[in-house]
């Protein structure tokens, strides 16, 4: 095998703080390296060094032996290094093609951009990833999923030796996860250097030949992927072992705490279902089913033409967000860069943001101290590493921004929480404090709807399981009767009685 | 770097004492007592005005109808003066024809889903053409009754030694910064030039708080105006004409970003400031009001530029 791309004691701090020390990496043509690590270990941190989006502060950085800055990502793009980021990083009112080919617009007669050859190449890519999306679609009409596609594909057209995946798997479902792991195949059998983050281990163990582990930025552990399970995995990872990855309590369910009948909503198609107080309900269904979409019309962020919703026995109306969160229902969104946090302000402002009139003194002004000492709370529940509450969350890591994004919907309090995959980007070790936090909250007597595209996750914590499919709950399971099967079966069937 | 830090964040701070030193220099008469309150109460009126313009820029706004909202409040305090109304109804009912025309701009923006640019040039423009219609395009002067005598105090009156549009601008400082940093209001003031969107999804009525930086924009615009038709004793219909230049200059100065969520009041007063000196010094040299704008454009300019400069290092 030959290294492509050679690491040798990278260190990187910001304002002071240690992020990266000495960390050795290679990645060599036809291997898929899979890098792990807790929340903040240095991940995203690490490939950006790689993609020229940070400098490092030392070390060196080698491809095909030759030694190499990159001080822009346009430098090392073309040096044949690829990324998909963890966060979108596309523009929503230019088209699909547009954002493929930003900055590199294949060229015409006149120097004019040659729309013909952008539109076929990018109907190429979308083939390529069994995708039914157009070129001029505007990706801000698209689902988070899709977009998440166009990012791959983006990568993918490039055609680069070096391809890094940080968290690709994190917006998708399973169906295009699965198009994604034949990509990743593909790719390594034509000899590319891939590097593969993952908070989801099975994928790790799937796909990737070789694994890496950071930890407080610094490499504990690299070697081949089948000299290691899941368990040693997580010990280097977390520096422990864990004990059940889902955890989960009986609790006894109270009264019906929220009815919903018939409800109409795009997206939504007659769906129904109830749940009462001190129960996790887990929705589950392929990607657009309409999970996401009940979430929102419930939440106010769609118009509900017709149906009724009942929140302990009372009749709501819910037409803004503002409504619902007077009616004690919270929502964790599945996209937290845009509908969830505001990227360039602290994280204390954006935890309190729906909740500020809690800390109003009768002066009608707010008690900096107890909203501090709210944030501290949730900063220690959730370990949130963070250098200080008023850090901007643009520079927490990505499931360090997850947790601010949850604490922000359980600070006002709510009586019902929509939880949209809430473990998106999150790592284990926190993954298992979520989910404890999720039994602690329904013990308390939340109701909490919990949608998610991780199978497992749903089964492992909910007390009973909607299937969802075309916007319509099509099928219910307690926790006793659901296993895998039976829900895959559920959703496909449906899916395919309607094609 | 910790020395630096503190360097660029107070920047226009900085940038106000250099600029005083050179005028100092350039000028004798500058560093006088007489000078410097003379300074402040011109400045007074352009900080009261860029007060509420700070709001409305912090939340993504613009609001480019403060100059003819001015002009019309000053219009109609005046008529209310010179009919010998009291000057408690005068004021107030001033400050409500601001808040009106500020909520007209607020309803376009937020109901509407008009650009502030667009909707305030709109409003800019109308409410001018009014004032000139209202006024017959002639001045409208106070009147000879007593109100008129103990209102031109408001513009040309002392308390303490100090002018008093200095003391209400003050006034209005302290209780439009503790509306921004420590109410509800600021906070979601904030979060809405941040992003809107995620401001929305928290649960916030986002069109309520802009309609209120609207009509605050429009208030204190009126404010303006009742100061300068008392210190003028008249109200001119073509008065606040670029005003709102002015305005935008002392925000930007003071370092608040125009996309929105970033920037403090305090740099605001201290970006009037920076206005107020520039124009004294350019008086006091002898400049031509000509030549005064060009001056004024090109610190601006300057100070644009070294701000961006400096985002860009650190
Ligand atoms: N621009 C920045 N300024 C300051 N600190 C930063 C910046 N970017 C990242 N950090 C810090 O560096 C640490 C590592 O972040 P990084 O994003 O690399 O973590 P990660 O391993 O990718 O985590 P995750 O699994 O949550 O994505 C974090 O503590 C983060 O807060
Ligand atoms: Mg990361």
């Known amino acids: 095998m030959t290294t492509l791309l050679q690491l040798d004691g990278i260190s990187k701090s910001f304002s002071g703080i240690n992020v990266l020390d000495k960390v050795n990496l290679e990645m060599q043509a036809g291997s898929v390296i899979g890098l792990a690590g807790e929340n903040g270990a240095g991940k995203s941190t690490l ?18 032996g030759e030694e190499k800055v990159f001080n822009t990502p346009r430098q090392a793009m073309d040096a044949g290094i690829a990324i998909i980021h963890q966060e979108l990083n596309l523009l929503p009112e230019l088209s699909v093609a547009e954002n493929i080919f930003l900055g590199r617009e294949p060229k015409g007669f006149l120097g004019l951009i040659n729309q013909l050859i952008m539109h076929e190449k990018t109907v190429q890519l979308m083939q390529r990833l069994n995708q039914k999306i157009s070129p001029d679609q505007t990706v ?105 990855k889902y955890p989960y309590t009986a609790a006894v369910p109270g009264d019906t705490r929220l009815r919903v009948e018939n409800i109409h909503a795009p997206g939504v198609n007659d769906f129904s279902f109830s749940a009462r107080a001190g129960e996790v309900i887990g929705f589950s269904g392929l990607a657009g089913s309409g999970r996401t979409e009940f979430a929102r019309a419930l939440y106010g962020m769609t118009c509900v033409s017709q149906g009724v919703v009942e929140i302990d026995g009372t009749a709501v109306s819910i037409h803004t967000p503002g409504d619902a969160v007077s009616a004690g229902v919270g929502y964790v969104t599945e996209d937290r860069k845009g509908e969830g946090l505001i990227q360039d302000h602290g994280l204390r402002s954006n935890m309190t943001l729906s ?77 298992r404090e979520i989910y404890l936090l999720i039994q602690q909250l329904k013990e308390q007597g939340l109701c909490i709807l919990l949608m998610s595209s991780d199978l497992p996750e749903i089964l492992g914590i909910s007390d009973r399981i909607m299937v969802v499919a075309r916007g319509h709950v099509i099928a219910e399971f307690t926790r006793e009767e659901a296993d895998q099967e039976k829900i895959m079966h559920a959703a496909i069937a449906r899916e395919e009685k309607c094609i | 770097m910790h020395l630096k830090k503190v360097l660029i964040d107070n920047k226009s701070l900085i940038g106000l004492l250099l600029l005083m030193c050179a005028v100092s220099l350039f000028s004798p008469n500058f560093l006088t007592v007489d000078n410097l309150l003379n300074i402040l109460r011109q400045t007074s009126i352009n900080a009261i005005i860029a007060l509420g313009m700070t709001y409305v820029i912090l939340t993504a706004g613009i609001d480019l109808s403060v100059g003819s909202v001015l002009a019309f409040s000053s219009a109609i305090c005046a008529t ?27 309803v376009v ?31 409208i002067s106070t009147g000879d009754f007593d109100v008129a005598e103990s209102f031109y105090t408001l513009g040309g009156g002392y308390l303490f030694g100090i002018p008093i549009p200095i003391i209400i601008a003050l006034v209005v400082f302290v209780i439009g910064w503790i509306i921004l940093n420590k109410a509800r209001l600021g906070r979601y003031v904030y979060a809405i030039g941040g992003s809107e969107q995620v401001t929305r999804i928290a649960g916030i009525n986002v069109n309520t708080v802009k309609m209120t930086v609207y009509v605050l924009s429009g208030v204190m615009a009126a404010l303006a105006g009742i100061i300068l038709t008392a210190r003028l ?14 305005a935008i200059a002392a925000v930007v100065l003071g370092g608040t970003s125009l996309m929105g969520g970033r920037g403090t009041l305090v740099g605001t007063l201290i970006g009037a400031l920076i206005i107020g000196v520039l124009n004294n010094a350019l008086n006091l040299m002898d400049v031509s009001s000509y030549y005064q704008q060009i001056a004024k454009g090109a610190v601006i300019l300057l100070a644009v530029v070294v701000d961006s400069r400096v985002k860009h290092t650190s």
């Open chain 1, 355 to 431: 909740a500020l009139s809690l800390f109003q003194t009768k002066y009608g002004l707010i008690d900096r101290r107890r909203e501090i000492d709210a944030v501290h709370k949730y900063i220690e529940v959730f370990s949130i590493k963070t250098q200080s509450s008023e850090m901007p969350v643009a520079q927490l890591s990505g499931g360090n921004q997850q947790k601010v994004s949850i604490a922000k919907t359980l600070i006002p309090g709510p009586r019902i929480v929509i939880l949209d995959e809430p473990t998106r980007g999150v790592d284990v070790g926190a993954k």
């Open chain 2, 233 to 246: 004793e008249s109200a001119q219909p073509t008065a606040g004409a670029g005003y709102e230049l002015d």
């Open chain 2, 109 to 139: 923006i937020s109901f509407f889903g008009v650009q502030p640019f667009i909707a305030t040039l709109v409003g800019m423009t109308i409410v001018r053409g009014a004032t000139l219609v209202y006024t017959g395009g002639r001045p």
């Open chain 1, 47 to 64: 490939m950006k060094i790689i993609t020229g989006v940070y400098s490092k502060d030392e070390g060196r950085l080698r491809l095909r």
């Open chain 2, 80 to 106: 209310l003066i010179a009919n010998d109304s009291s000057m408690i109804v005068a004021v107030f009912a001033t400050l409500a024809v601001g808040g009106l025309l500020g909520a007209a701009n607020g």
């Open chain 1, 140 to 244: 801000g009409s698209l689902s988070i999923a899709q977009q998440q596609m166009v990012e791959i594909a983006r990568a993918l057209s490039f055609d680069a030796d070096v391809i890094i995946m940080d968290e690709p798997t994190d917006a998708l479902s399973e169906r295009e996860s699965e198009i994604l792991f034949q990509v990743v195949d593909d790719l390594k059998s034509q000899g590319k250097a891939l590097a593969y983050i993952s908070h989801r281990l099975q994928e790790i163990f799937k796909l990737c030949n070789e694994v890496a582990v950071l930890r407080d930025g610094s490499m504990v552990h690299s070697g081949a992927t089948q000299d290691i399970d899941e368990d040693e995995l997580i010990r280097h990872m977390v520096g422990r072992t864990l004990s059940e």
